[in-house]
C-alpha cells in the first residue's frame, strides 16, 4: 500500500466544502487549534498571514474572517481552485498559489504570521520546508504550527486505529516514518533562527483506549471534537515559534 498518498486531497477538491465530505471534519479543528494560537495573538486583525499546505481553504477563511490579509499556498492545484472558487463565493479576498513548501514563491521577510496544520507530517522535506518558513517571515514574526510525533501510540492511533480499523481516515494518507518527532522539529527551528520554541499535547482523541473510544462516540453522536492542551505529546502536539528579530 502507497504511503503519504496526497492524491487523496485532489479527490476531495470537488467536494472540500460539501458538510457531507469525508474532508469536511478537518475544518472544525480549527476553532480547536486557535485557542491555543490566540494565546500568542491576540488579534489577527490586519496582520499577513501565510498558510502553509493551505488545502481548499478552511484555515484560511477562518482567519480572513477574523481580519488577517491571507495568503495560502498547497501543492495541489486541484484543492487551490476549489478554495479560490469558495473564497469568492464568501466574498474574501485571499491569495491562493499552488505550490511547494519547501520551494515558495514568496518574497523574504514578507509575513507576520505562518501557519502550518496537519502538513508537517507530509512534506517531502521537513528541513527543506522550516527553513523556506524562516525565510518569509519577518523578524519578529510568529511560526504557528501542530503535526504528529513519530511514536507507537501515535501509529496506534492515527493508522491502525482510524485508518486500519475504524476507516475513519482514508487507509495510506499517513506515512508513520515521516511523522515528527518534536525534538527534531525544535532542532530544526533553532537551526533557521527560532526563538522561543513552545510545544505542547494536542489531545483531541485522549490518552488511552477507553478515552479514545469514548471521545470517538462523542463525535460520532455530535459530530464535535473536544480538545485539551496539556505536556504529553506523544501523538499530535502544537506549538509556536518566534523569528529571530534580528534581519
Known sequence: MQRNNLAFYDQQAADWWNENATIFPLSKLNPLRFQYFDRHISSWSGLKV??????????????????????????????????????????????????????????????????????????????????????VLKPGGLFCFDTINRTWQSRWLMIWLLEDLLRKIPRGLHDWH?????????????????????????????????AQLTTLLHYWQTGDFRVRFDEDTTVIYIGTAQKDQKP
Open 50 to 135: 501565510l498558510d502553509v499546505g493551505c488545502g481548499g481553504g478552511y484555515t484560511c477563511e477562518f482567519l480572513a474572517r477574523q481580519g488577517a490579509i491571507v495568503t495560502g499556498i498547497d501543492q495541489s492545484a486541484a484543492c487551490i481552485e476549489a478554495a479560490k472558487i469558495h473564497a469568492q463565493v464568501m466574498g474574501f479576498e485571499i491569495a491562493y498559489y499552488a505550490g511547494m513548501a519547501e520551494e515558495m514563491p514568496f518574497a523574504a521577510n514578507q509575513f507576520d504570521v505562518v501557519i502550518c496544520v496537519d502538513v508537517l507530517e507530509h512534506v517531502q522535506n521537513p528541513a527543506a520546508t522550516i527553513a523556506e518558513i524562516g525565510r
Open 178 to 210: 515521516k511523522f515528527l518527532p518534536p525534538e527534531e522539529l525544535k532542532g530544526l527551528l533553532e537551526k533557521n533562527d527560532f526563538l522561543d520554541v513552545k510545544i505542547h499535547g494536542f489531545d483531541l482523541l485522549g490518552r488511552h483506549a477507553i
